[in-house]
């Protein structure tokens, strides 16, 4: 990864809990180290090829000013959310504040927060069988394409399957859909979860009927293991109706435990009645 560093871009403004940081505002000193592809602007030689680190500070510096936070923290990740959208080349972004004036009354040198995000590739798989299955899945998909850290990138058939584990229950219409975020994987499954709570899902029981089903199946060639969130989905491999989206757009993937293509996983299963 190439990077641009902009150090220490003094802003004087007016963030803090205190109302006399409102009011009489103090310095502020931010760093912001962007991740992406130099080639491009290097070998062309021209501006538009890049980042203009000139304009760039305007900005940062203006939408630094334009309104008071209470937290330091909130003003960073605001930062992050600006410089991803407007600068679609960023693939990874460090954002540090100084806070060398803070009123605690101690000597110190400074108090700062750092927040670093990079782009992620998800592979979602996605799921009804309760009512208008056509309509709940382009509504999830729809919410995905709608949310301000999420880039579709691909979306798979749509294919009608049998239930899978708990099978006295009506078929499912499933898909799968790349995405790229700079979102945390646990960040994203809030979302996720959000979503299916929009779109009226209820847990009732495990494997049982629901409205929108959204699985995080992979994120980039990670494997998280936590109470939340397991990545690589434990079930990919056993599941034709995931793995066959998923060959839509990505058979060649590897899955980062078995070590196995997607295009390989299938043909494992397929003799395997679901």
Known sequence: MDYLLVKDLEIYANHGVFQSEKELGQKFLV????????????????????????????????????????????????????IFEKYKIVQE????????????????DTVKVTINRKKRRY????????????KYVNSAIDKLKNTKSIELKNVSEMYTTKA?????????????????????????????QQIEL????ERHEKWGPRTI??????????????????????YVQDRKFVLEPLNDFA????????????????RDVNDIKL
């Open 31 to 82: 760093t912001l180290k962007m991740g992406y592809n130099m080639k491009k602007g290097a070998t062309s030689n021209n501006l538009e090829d890049s980042i203009h680190y000139g304009v760039l500070s305007k900005e940062i510096y203006d939408y630094f000013r334009s309104e008071s936070i209470d937290l330091i923290e909130t003003v960073a990740y605001k930062l992050i959310e600006f």
């Open 198 to 201: 929009d779109l009226g899902r």
């Open 251 to 266: 058979p060649f993937f590897i899955h980062p435990v078995l070590n196995e293509s997607l295009k390989q996983l299938l």
């Open 213 to 234: 089903d959204i699985d995080i199946l992979f994120c980039d060639d990670e494997i998280i293991y936590t109470d939340d969130l397991k990545i690589p989905h434990p």
């Open 93 to 108: 972004l460090t954002v540090e504040i100084k806070k060398p004036w803070a009123p605690i009354n101690l000597p110190l």
């Open 164 to 192: 899978w584990g708990k099978t006295d229950q009506e078929d499912f219409l499933n898909c799968a859909v790349e995405i790229e975020s700079y979102e945390e994987p646990e960040d994203l499954l809030k979302i996720t």
């Open 123 to 134: 592979f979602l798989g996605i799921g009804s069988n309760i009512g208008d299955k056509q």
